[in-house]
């Protein structure tokens, strides 16, 4: 008798192209040459768009030099604004992380590789236009001109922190800077978005929401929701997917399953798309401009993939050499962000490596200035803090007894 055949199908668990100890090398994604794909006008048909979700928007070549339909019209001032934010951003992720390192706060998460995504974004929209950020969007508030000593003072959670320490550090709310306090929760922010910008269409309105998500969020229910109300409302909205390469520890294959693109997703439910070099500050300005026109117009929602690289860890609480080569960050092949923009301005005539390692220094000293504010108002290991009974504050207009007893059961605890 012949054995019989097994019909067993086998489970995929896709898994990243290098691990720790291997050599990466990216020559399987192609840097496009020819700056691809042409400029749509902004209230086409959304299936217009359907390349665009699979191309690449790129505006500056590596050699500094600008190219394609994408070139925004920028000043060179507004250019070297982006630039100086970007290495500000830069200055206070390396101090905060050092700090967090010292035990003066609990956790922090670092923006490095990713600051073009945040500040080519906040620089197309209107300072009334709402965002709705993840937890690697604080060059966001310092584009919108945010106080960095409330930054700092949020991080510590000490006695300036107007959150009264409930929230974690980088969990940031400014709602004076049109800045939605960020959840840890993943995901959520999206429908809130997509909510906030119904109801500015619903009242006539021009002001529109950006939201923001990582890679790995968008196998989360509430991107698949946002996209779904987005698309049968025209919510004047943009959603932005940050395609870092790495959730965490997770590829972005697990995310997406090793499709074609994350920007894809929006062209399933009937969304413009673009796909955008996140490393070239220049193309994410057109982008975003490009969304936000649109929105405004009643076209509706934009989806944007910004393809990046996450060049640290995760956070503070991440050891990336655990799951990936340590040199990764130094082949990606669409290079460093600042690196991007300097060499741009530099070939235009309107910046050059003196006034760099000067702006460099003075962003330094500036942030190490700002630190030492925050520092004497308290850190986690050094007071003074937080009155700890604000807790039970703030939280609901007439606390329940329940609320109210542990409160007392709280102060007979401390003595």
């Known amino acids: 008798m012949a054995k019989q055949q097994s019909n067993q199908s086998r489970l995929h668990v896709p898994e990243p192209p290098f691990r720790p100890g291997d050599t990466p090398d990216y020559s399987h994604i192609a840097v496009p040459t020819d700056h691809t794909p042409p400029r749509p006008d902004p209230l086409c048909d959304d299936y217009e768009t359907a ?36 290495m500000l951003t830069r200055a206070m992720d390396d101090r ?104 500015e269409a619903y009242k006539n309105e021009d002001g529109i929401a950006s939201t923001f998500t990582g890679e790995g969020a968008t196998a989360e229910g509430d991107f698949h929701y946002a996209l779904n109300f987005a698309s049968t409302y025209r919510a004047p909205c943009i959603i932005n997917v940050v395609n870092n390469q790495w959730a965490i520890s997770s590829f972005q294959g697990i995310a997406m399953g090793e499709g074609e693109s994350f920007a894809a997703r929006g062209t399933g439910y009937g969304l413009a798309t673009l796909r955008v070099d996140g490393n070239d500050a220049l193309a994410v300005y057109a982008a975003t401009k490009w969304a936000a026109e649109r929105a405004r117009q009643g076209g509706g929602a934009t989806v944007i993939e910004h393809f990046t690289y996450r060049a640290e860890g995760h956070s503070t609480s991440d ?29 235009i005539g309107e910046w050059d490596d003196e006034r760099h390692a000067a702006y460099e220094k003075e962003a330094k000293l500036f942030v190490r200035e700002t630190y030492k504010k925050a520092e004497a108002l308290g850190t986690v290991e050094t007071g003074p803090q937080v009155d700890d009974f604000t807790m039970f504050e703030q939280v609901y207009a007439d606390p329940p007894e329940l609320l109210l007893e542990q409160r007392e059961m709280f102060r007979k605890e401390l003595g």
């Not at 699979?54 to 190219?67: D, Q, S």
């Not at 003072?153 to 974690?168: A, F, M, V």
């Not at 050891?319 to 923009?341: H, I, M, N, Q």
Request: proline share 5%; hydrophobic share 40%.
């Open 51 to 86: 390349e665009h979700a699979l191309k690449l928007i790129r505006v500056m070549r590596f050699n500094g030099e600008t190219a394609g339909d994408w070139v925004p019209g920028l000043e060179p001032e507004v250019k070297r604004k982006m630039l100086r934010d970007m």
């Open 96 to 199: 905060m992380f050092a700090m967090q390192r010292q035990g003066k706060m609990s956790f922090y998460m670092k923006s490095r590789g990713e600051e073009a995504v945040s500040v080519g974004h906040a620089e197309a929209l209107r300072d009334t236009d709402m965002v709705f950020p993840t937890y690697r969007q604080q060059a966001i508030l310092i584009s919108r001109g945010a106080s960095m000593l409330e930054m700092m003072n949020q991080c510590l959670s000490n006695s300036g922190d107007p959150l009264q320490g409930k929230n974690i550090p980088v969990l940031y709310s400014f709602r004076k800077h049109g800045f939605f306090s960020i959840s840890g929760n993943l995901g959520t922010q999206l429908i809130q978005a997509v909510g906030w910008a119904m109801a």
């Open 319 to 347: 050891d990336p050499s655990k799951y990936r080569p340590k040199d990764e960050a130094e082949v990606w092949p669409f290079g460093d962000p600042v690196e991007r923009l300097k060499t741009h301005l530099v070939h």
